[in-house]
Nanobody, 122 residues
Framework: QVQLVESGGGLVQAGGSLRLSCATS????????MGWYRQGPGKERELVAV???????HYSDSVKGRCTVSRDNAKNTVTLQMNSLKPEDTAVYYC????????????????WGQGTQVTVSS
């Protein structure tokens, strides 16, 4: 069974920091591209940051310079460090994986976590 479980969300004042974590199981973590997405109130889900299986990172323009995505292949976890948070960062943040699983090692299915709420007050 594939599971992606996010943690670390909460309420923070503008200018503060949060660290989100995503613990995974069932995927061949080292071979998966891992991403963080968010969906704000009344908005579509959007990409925040990606770290590929090779360690390359990509950030949306809206968070570039304020967020750092990293992965720990030994612990099968991906984290998103968010600094200088703004009210517009308020959203549900989702962890995403794309790549092989132990149940389907020849394909590259996509999975999502259940999301964690981040609320930034002004």
């Amino acid at each position: 069974q594939v599971q992606l479980v996010e943690s670390g969300g909460g309420l923070v004042q503008a200018g503060g920091s949060l660290r989100l974590s995503c613990a995974t199981s069932g995927i061949i973590f080292s071979k998966n591209d891992m991403g963080w997405y968010r969906q704000g109130p009344g908005k579509e889900r959007e990409l925040v940051a990606v770290v590929t299986s090779g360690g390359s990172t990509h950030y949306s323009d809206s968070v570039k310079g304020r967020c750092t995505v990293s992965r720990d292949n030994a612990k099968n976890t991906v984290t998103l460090q968010m600094n200088s948070l703004k009210p517009e960062d308020t959203a549900v943040y989702y962890c995403n994986s794309k790549g092989p699983t132990y149940y389907n090692p020849t394909a590259n299915p996509e999975y999502w976590g259940q999301g964690t709420q981040v609320t930034v007050s002004s």
